[in-house]
């Protein structure tokens, strides 16, 4: 197998695993699933993400990196920070039409394998500090955007309406 089928083939598996995650948390997935979605056998899985542990890691060090790539392409654009985080998290609800990723594995930090649960609060963290360098806020209102963005994010998906994120975050910034 070439070294691109090879790259194909594990963003394939964590496009599979990202869609699981986000479907039922960490603890909603297999190896087995995985292979189906993705119409290779579990040891191929294996190959590419020697435990679920590593997966779901890549998941979402993946996502983090997808994340700050929009905002940081937005920002470059002439957008305002604040309304770059905000535009960004709204893009991910209305295409994903679900949580933030790193907000399901955060949420279920406290249950999560060290390695996954250091990506989730990796995710937080950087962008907490993006947020006081780009948008020079104080701890405490970076804390404070993010918070209402994720929460907001949560609100919309739980009713299935992202016009309650537009109205949670119509202030921002």
Known sequence: MSETSMSDRSETILDAAEQRIRLAGYSGFS???IAADVGVKSSSVHHHFPTKEALAAAVAR?????FEKVVEKDIKAGT???EAWRRAFRQALVQDRRMCLCGILGAASADLPPEVARE???FFERGLNSLKQTASLSSRAALRLFATLEGAMLVAT???DVSAFDEATADLG
């Open 31 to 33: 190896f087995r699933e």
């Open 62 to 66: 993946r996502y983090t990196e997808r």
């Open 80 to 82: 305002k920070p604040i």
């Open 120 to 122: 989730a609060k990796r």
């Open 158 to 160: 739980s009713l299935d």
